[in-house]
């Protein structure tokens, strides 16, 4: 009886802060999805952006793992 007594507060309050945090959007995501969206967009398809960005990575050819098997 004990256990029920304790069981069911308990129950009541996470049904309750699943109820806060799925209703209030402050702790869902961003307020302004769209801006968002449009902001990684703007950056993705920027192509001097990109290239600024972009770095050639060599190859690493090691002496001691290459010639005959």
């Known amino acids: 009886m004990k256990k029920l007594v304790m069981a069911v507060p308990i129950i009541i309050v996470m049904i309750a802060l ?3 945090g799925c209703s209030n ?3 869902v995501g961003p307020e302004d999805e769209e801006e ?5 967009v703007d950056c ?3 192509k001097a952006l990109l290239q600024e ?3 050639v990575e060599e190859e690493i050819v090691s002496e001691e793992t290459t010639g005959e098997g």
């Not at 968002?36 to 990684?40: D, H």
């Open 18 to 20: 699943v109820a806060i």
């Open 25 to 27: 959007k402050g702790l």
């Open 36 to 40: 968002l969206t449009n902001s990684c």
């Open 44 to 46: 993705h398809t920027d």
């Open 53 to 55: 960005l972009a770095v």
